[in-house]
Nanobody, 121 residues
């Protein structure tokens, strides 16, 4: 079965940084696209960043220039480096596995427990 385990969240002041990690199992990691989503209380889940099996990346406009998604296929792990954090980045961050049709990311219905990121002003 597919397992996704997120870690690395925490409490940080505005302007700070966190590196989120997601360890995946139960998939052929190198053949899949991966992504990070986030969800704040009362808000819809939003796609933050995605990375293809060929290491191409895409970002939501709200995080461009601040967040970096990467993957290490040898470790079956995807990362999200979050820099210059803002209070509006506060959310639970979830890892996801999915695929692409052209440039559009399609999530599969596999999710981990999420990791909480809280940014204070």
């Amino acid at each position: 079965q597919v397992q996704l385990v997120e870690s690395g969240g925490g409490l940080v002041q505005a302007g700070g940084s966190l590196r989120l990690s997601c360890a995946a199992s139960g998939i052929i990691f190198r053949l899949n696209g991966m992504a990070w989503y986030r969800q704040a209380p009362g808000k819809q889940r939003e796609l933050v960043a995605s990375i293809t099996s060929g290491f191409r990346t895409n970002y939501a406009d709200s995080v461009k220039g601040r967040f970096t998604i990467s993957r290490d296929n040898a470790k079956n792990t995807v990362y999200l480096q979050t820099d210059s954090l803002k209070p509006e980045d506060t959310a639970v961050y979830y890892c996801n596995v999915g695929g692409y049709r052209g440039s559009i990311y399609y999530p599969y219905d596999y999710w981990g427990q999420g990791t909480q990121v809280t940014v204070s002003s």
